[in-house]
């Protein structure tokens, strides 16, 4: 398995930017598919966005195409969610994790490894 450790989240006004780190250790980092979630209050925990193990592929969610951007560094262990053009429905708490294996998901379940998340607030 993978640990992971989440920073970044914080309170933003709709419009404004965030980046979420995800430090990781354990598991070789370049041979996890990495994926980032977002839990909203009352709501079911959904797919933002994931990357392959390179980094060459990226799959976003369509709530989150355009203004989202996911990235890694493989020489530091760690992936990035770049946040642009914040909207309050970005409000949630948001997870790194972790995904063993060749092909892409966006299942919750396919994910092995999570972080402890992290608080984005998203005021209107």
């Known amino acids: 398995q993978v640990q992971l450790v989440e920073s970044g989240g914080g309170l933003v006004q709709a419009g404004g930017s965030l980046r979420l780190s995800c430090a990781t250790s354990g598991r070789t980092f370049s041979r996890n598919i990495m994926g980032w979630f977002r839990q909203a209050p009352g709501k079911e925990r959904e797919f933002v966005a994931a990357?392959?193990?390179?980094?060459?592929?990226?799959y976003y969610a369509d709530s989150v195409k355009g203004r989202f951007t996911i990235s890694r560094d493989n020489a530091k262990n760690t992936v990035y969610l770049q946040m642009n053009a914040m909207k309050p429905e970005d409000t949630a708490v948001y997870y790194c994790?972790?995904?063993?294996?060749?092909?892409?998901?966006?299942?919750?379940?396919?994910?092995?490894?999570w972080g402890q998340g992290t608080q984005v607030t998203v005021s209107s």
């Open positions: 994790a972790a995904r063993s294996g060749l092909s892409y998901s966006i299942q919750v379940g396919d994910f092995d490894s």
């Open positions: 990357t392959s193990r390179s980094g060459s592929a990226t």
